[in-house]
C-alpha cells in the first residue's frame, strides 16, 4: 500500500488558518492542493493527517464535507502522527507532502514514486536543500521500516517534529535527493507561508484559471517569462519553520 499523508494544521505563526484560505473563486488552499494531487496513479490512497487540537476540528469538518480521508494525532510530534496512520493504514511505502503546497502537482509525486522505485532506496526526495530544492512541490517518499525506525529512536524534538530528519541524517538509511525539473536551476519560493506568499500563489492560479490543473512546469515558465513576480515574496524564506526548529534544538542543547 503507498499512502500518502498531506500533513495539515491551522495553527501557523506565520500565515494563521493558511490551508484554508481562499485562493481563487473561494476555493480554499487545501482543496485545490487535494484536486491537484488526486490523479495519481501510483498513490493507492490520499489522507489529511492534522491534530487532536480543537482548532483543527475545522479541518476534519471540511474534509468530511470534501469526502476526504483525515487521520488525526499529535500535534507536535508529528513522527507519531505519521507512524499511527501508517500503522492504521497498513501502509508499506509512505509519500510526505504538506498543505502549505497549493502549487504541488500529481505528476511530481508519481515521478517521485518511481524514482524510489527504481532506485531501491530507503528515502527519495525531489526537494531537500540547495543545489536539489523545489519548494512548493516537496515530495518525500520512504518506507514503512524507516519511519518505524525512526518513530522508534529519534530523540531530538526537530526529529519528531519533521518527521524524516531521523530518516535523512541517521546513516542507518540509503537516501536519494534528484530534482524532478532538472534543466530548472532557480529555486524559486513556491509555498504558503506568509501573506505574501498567498499573494503570489493567487496570481498564479488567476493567470491559469479556470484550469487549476496546470502543471509545475508551467508555473517555472510563467515566472521566468515575469521574473516581476517574483519580487511580490522575496522577503519570505524556504523551510524557516524547519531552521527555527535546529536553532531551538541548538540552544536547548546550550542551556543542558
Known amino acids: 500500500m503507498i499512502l500518502c499523508l498531506l500533513q495539515a494544521r491551522m495553527g501557523s505563526t506565520r500565515l494563521p488558518q493558511k490551508v484554508l484560505k ?9 482543496y485545490l492542493q487535494w484536486e491537484r494531487i488526486s490523479p495519481s496513479t501510483k498513490v493507492e490512497k490520499i489522507v489529511v493527517a492534522t491534530s487532536h487540537l480543537p482548532q483543527d476540528d475545522v479541518i476534519e469538518h471540511f474534509c468530511n464535507q470534501w469526502q476526504i480521508p483525515v487521520f488525526r494525532g499529535d500535534e507536535q510530534n ?12 497498513q501502509a508499506d511505502v509512505i509519500v ?27 528515502y527519495f526526495s525531489n ?9 512548493g512541490w516537496d515530495t518525500e517518499v520512504f518506507s514503512f521500516n524507516a519511519l518505524r525506525t525512526a518513530y522508534f529512536e529519534a530523540q531530538k524534538n526537530f526529529e519528531k517534529e519533521h518527521v524524516t530528519p531521523y530518516i535523512k541524517l541517521s ?26 506568499d498567498y499573494r503570489l500563489i493567487q496570481i498564479i492560479f488567476k493567470h491559469f484559471y479556470p484550469n487549476i490543473m496546470f502543471e509545475v512546469n508551467e508555473v517555472v515558465k510563467l515566472l521566468q517569462d515575469h521574473p516581476h513576480l517574483l519580487e511580490i515574496n522575496k522577503n519570505s524564506i524556504i523551510n524557516a519553520g524547519y531552521q527555527k526548529s535546529l536553532e531551538e534544538e541548538e540552544r536547548t542543547k546550550g542551556l543542558e
Do not use: M
Open 22 to 30: 481562499p485562493i481563487i473563486d473561494n476555493i480554499p488552499s487545501l
Open 78 to 89: 508529528v513522527l507519531s502522527r505519521f507512524y499511527e496512520a501508517a500503522v492504521v493504514y
Open 96 to 122: 510526505r507532502i504538506t498543505a502549505d503546497c497549493p502549487l504541488h502537482h500529481y505528476k511530481v509525486i508519481d515521478w517521485c514514486i518511481e524514482q524510489y522505485q527504481k532506485l531501491n532506496v530507503d
Open 127 to 135: 526537494s531537500n536543500e540547495p543545489p536539489v530544492l523545489e519548494d
Open 171 to 196: 546513516g542507518k538509511f540509503k537516501c536519494h535527493y534528484q530534482k524532478y525539473l532538472s534543466d530548472n536551476p532557480n529555486n524559486y519560493k513556491l509555498s504558503l507561508d506568509t501573506e505574501d
